[in-house]
């Protein structure tokens, strides 16, 4: 085998693989990237909604679970409603036909964190896209090394309680 042929051969099994991160690397960087406040109908005018977003294809079930969680917390704080929103922003787990009933990768392992769904978040009055990074001083206790870790009881109880809910 000559390095001309692998050459040829690994673009050839590999290009359409690098052409597709490529595209979706240009494309998360265009997209917005911060977070921005805007109006998709009128419902709920007394409410604000928080969409959680994340840059696709997004990363492993649990690293999605700890985005989205950092998320939550934060759209609390601010009284905002958090929805997850992972059938407009794909991850990974996406799959072309209906699972639990929906196209949001989130809903196939979880419920929405609150009894307000995508569609119903997408017509209100007032909503607040998500930034799409990882929400670092909600979520840096999860970060520190495990023998660490568990000397903190006050924040395990913490994050404990978004889990639950």
Known sequence: ?????????????FGPYWITVL???????????NEYQTTFGTMNED???????RPEPGAGLFSNFHWVLGHIIYALEKNYIPVVDMKNYKTYFNETALINGTKNAWEYYFKQPTNYNLDE???????????????????????????????????????????LK
């Open 47 to 53: 409410k604000t909604f928080y969409i959680i977003r």
């Open 23 to 33: 595209r979706r690397y240009i494309r998360n960087k265009i997209q917005n990237k």
């Open 121 to 163: 978040a997408y017509k209100s009055k007032n909503v607040v896209v998500s930034k799409m990074d990882f929400m670092w001083d909600k979520m840096s206790i999860l970060l520190k090394f495990e023998d660490e870790f568990f000397k903190f009881e006050d924040e395990i109880e913490y994050f404990h309680k978004f889990i």
């Open 1 to 13: 085998m000559t390095l001309e042929y692998f050459i040829k051969r690994s673009i050839k099994t």
